[in-house]
């Protein structure tokens, strides 16, 4: 009798030891490290590592540059690591592929950063955000009025935050990243724009002149040299004339229409501006004008 109790134990144990543990999903709690690294993960963890700590994805995207897995954290929410290879290029599906960013969503509250910030907080007091980060790049959307991200980006650490329009709610996506400097300010786009056209009519003996004065300016708000100006002239009868013209010094270009000219309504319309490293801001300032001849 004891004899098969003890055989019987042996293969209970064998059974118990051949049995895989079951992975836990990602803690649902736990200090962020900006730059650094999650709760159970860090920023260049292998794909072995991440999975060993909190077993397979829940579903991965492939892109020509990266790989990016989501995994379910405790008590709901994802978090989302984006792979590289080894040596920084495109992900291979490899075990040893890298992680190289990390983020998470607003139902993972419970991730706090050493600076105090969580996705609740985020979601309800984006000033607060910003003062946790006063080295931040800040982004606002709606005139202003709404924080639209908060990334430091020598800290390695982004806050996005989104208005649903539909549900009228607020949702984040916070992530780290390997720390880097800034990247630098991009050239400002230089826009050209019409502040004024002045249309006069003159008569001269049996003949009528009119004169078009096309003001140009460029975007620091001066008068533009050189800008080439594309207009048409529309008759009262319904026919155009296409000129082109070039400002000088005063940033105006001129045109005229000359002879026995008809009664009714002439029209400019300007078609393109031309001037160097510029482009043409056709929705500032203005694009036609017209003068009645009696």
């Not at 291979?92 to 907080?121: E, F, K, M, R, Y």
């Amino acid at each position: 009798m004891r004899r098969k109790v003890l055989v019987l134990a042996v293969i209970l144990l064998a059974v118990v030891l051949t049995v895989p543990t079951a992975l836990a999903d990602a803690p649902a709690t736990g200090t962020v490290v900006e730059g650094v690294s999650v709760p159970g993960i860090a920023l260049g963890d292998t794909r072995v590592q991440v999975e060993a700590a909190h077993g397979g994805p829940a579903s991965c995207t492939q892109t020509p540059y990266y790989e990016s897995c989501k995994y379910d954290v405790d008590g709901g929410g994802q978090v989302t690591i984006n792979y590289f290879a080894p040596d920084g290029g495109p992900a291979q599906d490899s075990p040893d592929d890298v992680v190289s960013s990390i983020s998470w969503v607003t139902a993972v509250s419970g991730w706090v950063t050493t600076a105090g910030v969580n996705t609740t907080l985020a979601v309800n007091d984006p000033q607060a955000v910003i003062d946790a980060y006063p080295n931040a790049e800040v982004t606002y959307w709606y005139s202003g009025s709404f924080v639209r991200q908060v990334r430091d980006w020598q800290l390695g650490i982004s806050i996005d935050r989104f208005w649903d329009f539909y549900g009228a709610f607020t949702y984040v996506s916070m992530s780290i990243f390997e720390p880097q400097d800034p990247p630098p300010e991009p050239e400002p786009v230089k826009r050209s724009y019409i502040p004024d056209i002045n249309l006069t009519d003159v008569k001269i003996k049996r003949n009528r002149e009119i004169t078009a004065q096309v003001l140009v300016h460029d975007w620091q708000d001066q008068p533009a040299e050189g800008a080439e100006v594309s207009a048409r002239w529309l008759f009262p009868d319904g026919t155009q004339q296409a000129v082109q013209g070039t400002t000088s010094s005063n940033g105006q270009a001129t045109f005229k229409l000359f002879g026995k000219l008809d009664r009714g309504d002439y029209y400019l319309f300007i078609d393109d501006v031309g001037l160097t490293d510029h482009i043409w801001n056709y929705t500032r300032g203005f694009r036609h004008a017209s003068i009645t001849v009696k």
